[in-house]
């Protein structure tokens, strides 16, 4: 983070000096350390105002701190999903996709009688015929995309929502040629 968030960090030559006011600039240090730093195993960076937006004012001085640990990219969904809860399971799911690379928006925990975790469940759309189109068993929170009908150009669209229902049919990119004798 940085800013000031204690009176004690980092007073070196400021022993006589008070200042009556903490702050910090948290969310933004942490979007452009990820920036700078992730998945590198070590990184510089310029702390200046420019770059973190001076949250003290410049009669302030400011530090930065940082905490940080790796984690395998690969294994972080299980670690995380393992404090999954029945009532937060799509949370759980959608706050690993936002925080890290890994791709689990797929797997929902799986619970025994004894409310024990027991493994992941894969959840899917079913497979479906819909107005002459073969929709394909489908992951959860993906989209799935098919040629248009005959004499029509683009794909019709579909997602697959988190409580594994399909979406409604998107044909808004199908451009259609209209045959003059038609009309």
């Given at each position: ?45 310029l702390i200046d105002n420019n770059l973190f937006t001076d949250p003290c004012g410049l ?125």
């Amino acid at each position: 983070m940085y800013g000031r968030t204690s009176q004690r960090i980092c007073n070196n030559n400021l022993t006589y000096r008070f200042f009556d006011k903490t702050c910090a600039n948290i969310e933004q240090s942490k979007y452009q350390t990820k920036l700078r730093c992730h998945e590198r195993s070590s990184c510089q960076i310029l702390i200046d105002n420019n770059l973190f937006t001076d949250p003290c004012g410049l009669n302030i001085p400011k530090h930065f701190e940082i905490h940080y640990r790796c984690i395998d990219k690969k294994q972080i969904c299980t670690k995380l999903f393992l404090n999954c809860s029945k009532s937060s399971d799509l949370k759980c799911i959608q706050q690993v996709q936002d925080e890290f690379s890994c791709q689990c928006p797929t797997t929902i925990c799986q619970y025994n009688n004894n409310n024990q975790i027991i493994g992941f469940a894969k959840k899917h759309c079913p497979e479906e015929q819909l107005q002459g189109f073969h929709w394909p068993k489908t992951a959860i929170n993906k989209s799935q995309y098919l040629p248009c009908p005959s004499l029509c150009t683009g794909q019709v669209f579909r997602y697959c929502n988190f409580n594994s229902q399909w979406s409604k049919a998107n044909y808004t990119n199908c451009e259609c040629l209209i045959n003059q004798s038609d009309q």
